[in-house]
């Protein structure tokens, strides 16, 4: 049962454009949301993050939008430069234990590249 | 703030034996957590630690596979009698209270 669900497994942009990478959820107990980036040979680091409680996070070149309704988020990034090409991840939370961040569930991932 | 720092980053074994992985967290990060990441996935939750307690195991998790955390600092992940479906990239985060995790490089486990 894919909980988190990325369903483009890759993006070609060219630079300057705008990156549309695209996540769908089904577990309505979900309240955390967060996108992480990650190079060949290293772990997954942090980009972003969105609580339930809002629909749009921004910080500086990305955007993460939250509709809640329709199960879906999107991560924007805007101007998308060549060294943005990474597999980008969704994933998931659910508040526990008194924390907003508790285990992730991840989708599978898209694959992100920029050309110059 | 050194990161998350895993040892070794790649090991080579043969079905059967048993392998040991080690994750040294953030210094003030309290929760720990076990991931495991194969081809073309996502990484899957294992296992996490809010100090040296083990809060929750994934049905992943099989009687062969056992995590520790000792003193709340660095924690063990040991698999016995390596099996093929084991090759995988093993990860671990660190986390303070309400705080995104921070990931380490992985540990690649390949069974010959």
């Known amino acids: 049962d894919q909980q988190v669900k990325q369903n483009s497994p890759s993006l070609s942009v060219q630079e300057g454009r705008i990156s549309i990478l695209n996540c769908d959820y089904t577990?309505?107990?979900?309240?955390?949301f967060l996108w992480y980036k990650k190079y060949p040979a290293e772990g997954p680091t942090f980009l972003i993050s969105?609580?339930?409680?809002?629909d749009k996070n921004e910080d500086g070149r990305f955007t993460v939008f939250l509709n809640k309704s329709a199960k879906h988020l999107s991560l924007h990034i805007v101007p998308s430069q060549p060294g943005d090409s990474a597999v980008y991840f969704c994933?998931?939370?659910?508040?526990?234990?008194?924390?907003?961040?508790?285990?992730?569930?991840f989708g599978q991932g898209t694959i992100l590249t920029v050309h110059p | 703030d050194t990161g998350v720092s895993q040892n070794p980053r790649h090991k080579i074994t043969k079905r059967g034996q048993n392998v040991t992985f080690r994750c040294d967290p953030i210094?003030?990060?309290?929760?720990l957590y076990w991931y495991r990441q194969t081809l073309g996935q996502g990484p899957e939750f294992l296992t996490y630690?809010?100090?040296?307690?083990?809060?929750?195991k994934s049905r992943l998790l099989s009687d062969r596979f056992s995590a520790e955390r000792p003193k709340g600092s660095f924690s063990t992940l040991e698999i016995q009698r390596t099996e093929q479906g084991d090759s995988a990239m093993y990860l671990c985060?660190?986390?303070?209270?309400?705080?995104?995790?921070?990931f380490g490089d992985g540990t690649r486990l390949s069974i010959l």
């Open positions: 210094s003030e990060h309290n929760r």
């Open positions: 969105i609580s339930s409680i809002k």
């Open positions: 994933a998931a939370s659910a508040s526990a234990g008194g924390t907003s961040y508790g285990k992730l569930t």
């Open positions: 577990n309505s107990m979900f309240d955390y």
């Open positions: 985060a660190s986390s303070s209270f309400n705080q995104p995790q921070h």
């Open positions: 630690f809010q100090n040296e307690a083990q809060l929750e």
